[in-house]
């Protein structure tokens, strides 16, 4: 993320953090307090140091919070691939690493986007491609397939864990679940005959079996491509 660097803080200040140490301890407040609750006084608070130490490695909040969920992404690309594994398990495998890195910090799930341009989204969407490489589809398709497998991995993971501004700050998931069921419940069974029939699978279902369930389909598809 483009920035201007600001003049470094007296005393040498700045050299006492590296912006891994920045945006580490970023990461725990933003699992303590989430993204609403980051401030930059409580980070300086936290390493003990100035403002103008921070301003040195991020120019904002907003782009702090962005390396810090690529950091909690590049967690989830720790595993040396395998090269003589099958390349659509591994898919499978990283995919599911990812959704699980993302589950276990909430407040990074919406912030992976794409295109990617941050260190360790590249790493994903390299990794993705380079595995889509060894399936042995066609060398046009390798970008399309590519893509189209991280916009779901990043995409539905955040569209899952953190559906954004429709969760209001004080409403859990359980709590958001049982009221959109109850909205479900109150339509018309002759316009809406599938949703009146699951408000129970919606209320108790399990995120992470729905976002394997759509993998597997996607992966199926690759298979016999």
């Given amino acids: 993320m483009p920035r201007t660097r600001g003049r470094a803080p007296a005393g040498g200040r700045a050299d006492a953090l590296s912006k891994e140490i920045v945006v580490g301890a970023a990461v725990e407040l933003l699992d303590e307090l989430g993204e609403r609750g980051l401030t930059f006084r409580l980070l300086t608070e936290r390493l003990n140091t100035g403002a103008g130490a921070l301003y040195w490695h991020v120019a904002n909040k907003d782009e702090l919070v962005a390396l810090a969920?690529?950091?909690?992404?590049?967690?989830?690309l720790t595993a040396t691939p395998d090269p003589s594994a099958d390349a659509t398990a591994e898919l499978r495998t990283l995919a599911l690493a990812v959704f699980d890195a993302l589950d276990r910090h909430q407040w990074a799930a919406s912030r992976v986007t794409a295109p990617a341009t941050?260190?360790?989204t590249l790493r994903l969407l390299d990794r993705v491609g380079t595995l889509v490489t060894r399936t042995g589809l066609p060398a046009e398709r390798h970008f399309a397939v590519a893509t189209a497998?991280?916009?779901?991995?990043?995409?539905v993971s955040a569209q899952?864990?953190?559906p954004g501004p429709t969760i209001g700050a004080t409403t859990d998931r359980d709590a958001?679940?049982?009221q959109t069921a109850e909205h479900?419940?109150?339509?018309?069974p002759a316009d809406h005959p599938f949703l009146t029939r699951v408000t129970a699978d919606l209320r108790d279902h399990d995120d992470r079996d729905?976002?394997?369930?759509?993998?597997?389909?996607?992966?199926?598809?690759l298979r016999t491509t």
Avoid: C, H, S
Avoid at 69 to 76: E, R, S
Avoid at 149 to 155: A, L
Avoid at 184 to 188: C, E, G, N, P, V
């Fill in 69 to 76: 969920a690529d950091q909690v992404l590049g967690d989830a």
């Fill in 118 to 120: 941050l260190p360790n």
């Fill in 149 to 155: 497998i991280f916009n779901y991995v990043t995409g």
């Fill in 160 to 162: 899952i864990i953190a």
């Fill in 176 to 178: 958001y679940l049982a």
């Fill in 184 to 188: 479900w419940a109150k339509l018309d």
């Fill in 210 to 221: 729905q976002f394997t369930t759509g993998l597997d389909l996607l992966l199926a598809g």
